[in-house]
């Protein structure tokens, strides 16, 4: 990829930077107490604790939990700026009801042992009709005991996702605090667990601002809260901080495991994938790192979306052993086209939101409904992908994707504008990225990264994507890099001309001829488009709204009907299709979401209805015409 070298000096100067100031604790806005030992300081932009696959020792905390809702934030900071009154402080560990049947003048204003309760993982504005637009702060907390520690033994809260800044509190001990509503994030706990009634408490808080990714405006909806799964992690006091593995086009699997703990340095570590009698081993450096070089096993099957093959692949080190489920495959860029395994592939898809089925989403993407999303795509459009938008969807639906066989556009939200100038605000995005890719970069389904969605063409905001891109392929060199952009209209002419494009190995943008704007549906067949054909282009979104079951017979048929809806798809994918270097499509959007920006009192009410099937699942026409587009595709 010609332009990789500005892009990876500029990565290698950030990391310099980095370096120099490795001492402080990693981690989005990370006001850890006892800091988690960086792992080593050339890649500072590494959670501090990101451990992957399955674990022996993993306690789930899902379930109810209570809380207490803080509008003023009271619980962080009184008024006039002083320190919260200890009566509203939340975190605190006190037996409310206990304290109030002793004498005395103290009193409290919350207790959350016997506050109100929500099921946790899930957004609080479906949990309550008087959270539905709860936007701010509420406090949470969860009761747990756990076994007895073993000698040595280390303890941690892995989040998986909070929206959008977090509190930890454990025992009354504040031990981490995080900011990004997408990614996960580890807090060390050691020193603050206790065998019984340990109190964790977690203050949420949804607001966004002028300086958080995304932005305040957003076209989807707030969904508070502690949103994916909360878990408590034992490990040995060395234990294996993250591990992965790649297939590379020399037919070699490369890789790296990552200790953390005194014991890191030096020390024998394993790999092994039992079905292919493959076991190799290595030893870490004195940073606790080893790196795994080993030819490809003959016998391997290559992950695909026709043929998912995925692995048990068991990393092993001294006490500790994780194993994951992987496949192994090859990805890249050549021309025009994006090869598979070597094999040019043409991307066909959806977008999607994080949603599950339903008329009251609590953004809780558990594995049946994860799957019954993908199922839609996978079996009902006969697609090979998804755009996962605008942010990274959980590690439950990426796995499903491995699974089922569904590549995957992945995307952190730097969505319309963002503080481009502020350096603090790049570094945010940055480790969001960061998160995600550590996260998700032993995914065989995960194809493409992309740094952003139809941000405003300026230097600054070129500048930012381009970091961003940089992050990328230092952190994954296997992936390919795209961003949804937005295309210049001159008369009847579509132009893709943004100066982003050396800096991504995809094209992509969103169009909306003959929905917005002032194009008949007849007038798309007259546009021309003028971009770049020296690499691959993703139409990333095109979409207009119907509300299923609304017909119109008439011809054309008006917006807001289904009918009118399959004949905009129908005249898009004529107009896209002349397009020599098209190479996926990810129209806008699987199903309907919610958003605050869609208020028809008769087709909206609260829901972007550009989906191809209703919020409860209705299939509406256009679904089965980009069903059989799709099916009509050489494979
Ligand atoms: C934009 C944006 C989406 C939005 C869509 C729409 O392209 O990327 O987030 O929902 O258009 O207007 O429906």
Do not use: C
């Amino acid at each position: 990829m010609k332009h990789l070298l500005p892009a990876l000096s500029l990565a290698v100067a950030f990391m310099m930077s980095f370096a120099a100031r490795a001492a402080e604790p990693v981690g989005m806005d990370m006001q850890a107490g006892p800091p988690a030992p960086v792992a080593h300081a050339a890649d500072a932009l590494r959670p501090p604790l990101l451990l992957t696959g399955q674990r022996a020792d993993v306690q789930d905390l899902s379930g109810r939990w209570t809380y207490s809702k803080d509008y003023y934030r009271t619980g962080l900071t009184d008024i006039n700026g002083w320190v919260a009154k200890s009566r509203m402080q939340r975190h605190r560990d006190v037996d409310v009801a206990a304290e109030e049947s002793k004498p005395g003048t103290g009193f409290f204003e919350f207790d959350l042992d016997r506050g109100p309760a929500m099921q946790i993982p899930g957004a609080w504005n479906a949990a309550e009709p008087e959270l539905r637009w709860y936007d701010g702060l509420i406090w949470f907390q969860r009761r747990f005991d756990v076994a007895a520690p073993r000698a040595g033994e280390r303890s941690f809260l892995r989040f998986e996702a909070v929206n959008y800044r977090a509190h930890v509190y454990l025992n009354g001990k504040e031990v981490g605090r995080h900011e990004g509503g997408f990614t996960p994030f580890v807090l060390e706990v050691t020193d603050a667990l206790r065998a019984n009634g340990n109190r964790l408490v977690v203050g949420v808080d949804s607001r966004h601002d002028a300086q958080s990714i995304p932005g305040e405006i957003t076209d989807w909806d707030l969904y508070g809260g502690i949103t994916r799964p909360v878990t408590l992690i034992r490990t040995p006091a060395t234990f294996i901080d993250d591990a992965t593995l790649r297939l590379t086009d020399a037919g070699r699997l490369v890789g790296s495991l990552q200790l953390n703990g005194a014991q890191a340095a030096n020390a024998p570590v394993s790999v092994q994938i039992a079905a292919l009698g493959l076991k190799a081993q290595a030893t870490t450096d004195a940073r606790g790192e080893a790196r795994f070089d080993i030819p490809a096993p003959a016998t391997l099957k290559r992950w695909s979306p026709e043929s998912p093959q995925l692995y048990a692949v068991r990393f092993a080190a001294g006490s500790d052993a994780v194993t994951d489920r992987m496949g192994f495959r090859t990805l890249a860029v050549k021309g025009a086209d994006i090869l598979l395994n070597g094999q040019p592939i043409t991307l066909r898809g959806v977008s999607l939101h994080e949603e599950e089925l339903g008329a009251n989403p609590a953004r809780r993407l558990n594995e049946p409904a994860a799957r019954a999303l993908l199922t839609e795509v996978k079996q009902g459009l006969h697609g090979n992908y998804v755009r996962l938008s605008h942010y990274p969807h959980s590690e439950t639906l990426l796995r499903a994707a491995d699974e089922l066989g569904l590549l995957v556009w992945s995307e952190i939200p730097v969505y319309w504008t963002v503080d481009w100038d502020n350096p603090a605000v790049l570094l945010k995005a940055r480790r969001m990225q960061a998160e995600t890719i550590y996260r998700d970069r032993n995914r065989a389904a995960l194809a493409l990264w992309s740094v952003g969605n139809e941000t405003p063409v300026a230097d600054n905001r070129t500048r930012f994507h381009a970091a961003l891109a940089a992050t990328v392929r230092a952190l994954d060199p296997g992936r390919l890099v795209s961003a949804a952009l937005l295309v210049e209209r001159e008369g009847d002419t579509i132009r893709i001309a943004d100066p982003l494009l050396p800096h991504l190995d995809v094209m992509a943008v969103n169009t909306y001829a003959g929905w917005y704007g002032d194009d008949r549906l007849d007038d798309l067949a007259r546009l021309r488009w003028a971009l770049p054909t020296d690499k691959p282009l993703i139409v990333s979104e095109f979409g207009a709204d119907a509300l299923a079951g609304h017909h119109d017979l008439g011809e054309p048929p008006r917006k807001w009907s289904e009918e009118f809806q399959a004949a905009y798809y129908r005249a898009t994918l004529q107009m896209l299709e002349r397009i020599p270097n098209l190479r996926g499509l990810s129209p806008w959007v699987l199903k309907d979401f919610r958003s605050p920006r869609r208020e028809h009192p008769v087709f909206q009410n609260g829901w972007n209805r550009k989906g191809l099937i209703s919020e409860t699942g209705q299939r509406k026409l256009a679904f089965q015409l980009l069903a059989d587009h799709y099916r009509g595709l050489p494979r």
